[in-house]
């Protein structure tokens, strides 16, 4: 054991994992994006997903919650094959496993405290004043006090996702999955994500799965990080040892540092006077990422039909005893200091 390691490796949980894929594939047309993954994870521990574009980070949470079945291969939450399950079938397993897609996927037409009653009506039996009370404390726990009535659109981007990620908690899944929190956020705006990432993980004992390429963010939240590379499972451990991988791929990916063979094809791309093809850079660490036309069962858009369930987390009936973020909410400064799961 490497023992500068032995702090980050000892927080890796031993418990039996909560969700099971194995030998998963999947491709699409002549693509193949997952060829055989073997992948656990664990319960109360923050997995970040790494990988260069196109490696199929978001198809792997999307196999975890049956938006896509394999071609081959058993995806298992507890003892349950999800890959087996019918939509029907799978409504109950989605209030279990919680998802903030990339995009936060908010109903434009819905008012914030509608998007995150949306779940409660759904699938709750709680009467009215009980739901306000709940929206109201969701959006409290992410510093979006005194948001209900806006619309997302006149939100910003960070305000947006938290309010998706109030929206996402509501049914207090077990397991959240985020793809690419922090995307399209400044630093800060990302920072108050992380924390409540953390926060959710750490006080609720839930269990996240975050796709990211922000490594400032992994650093922060990972209890574990895995490189998926060429549709497997490319690194696997503790934040400190991957660090100090001796691979050249994971140092390579940290680094976010261009092979020779980028360079070359940039290069080339200027001797032939045309604008280096940019696309194609990175395909010796990214595999191939053809841009996709999204389909049937992928991330929903902005319409309630559409969208996949609502998210699941622990225990959310105690008042948040924080102090109340709806101050630190300033109608300028978009924000954010959340986090309302900051004891005193
Ligand atoms: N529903 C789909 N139909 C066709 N191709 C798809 C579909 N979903 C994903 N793909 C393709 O599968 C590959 C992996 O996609 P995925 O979104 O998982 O990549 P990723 O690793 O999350 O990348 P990024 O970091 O850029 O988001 C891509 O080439 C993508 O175009």
Known sequence: ???????????????????????????????????????????????????????????????????????????????????????????????????????????????????????????????????ADKVDRLLKMVGLGKTQDKMPNDMSGGQRKRAALARAIALEPEVMLYDEPTTGLDPIRSDVINELILALTKQLGMTSIVVTHDMNSANKIADRMVLLYDGQVAADSDPCTFRNSKSELVQRFIRGQADQQDIELIRMGFEEGQAPNIESAGEAINTPAPRRRKTDRDEPSASPQTQAPPPPVADLQAEPTGPDPTELDSEDTDDDTPSVFHED
């Open 1 to 131: 054991m490497d023992n500068d390691c032995a702090e980050s490796q000892a927080a890796m949980s031993e418990a039996e994992p909560i969700i099971r894929m194995r030998g998963v594939h999947k491709r699409f047309g002549p693509l193949t994006v997952l060829n055989g993954l073997d992948l656990d994870f664990r319960p109360h521990e923050t997995t970040v997903l790494l990988g260069p574009s196109g490696t199929g980070k978001s198809v792997t949470l999307k196999h975890i919650v049956g938006l896509l079945q394999p071609d081959a291969g058993e995806v298992y939450f507890h003892d349950q094959r999800v890959d087996q399950l019918k939509e029907r079938e799978l409504v109950p397993l989605r209030k279990r496993i919680g998802f903030l897609f990339q995009m936060g996927a908010m109903f434009d037409s819905m008012t914030v405290g509608e998007n995150v009653e949306f779940p409660l009506v759904e699938h709750t039996n709680l009467n009215r004043r009980q739901r």
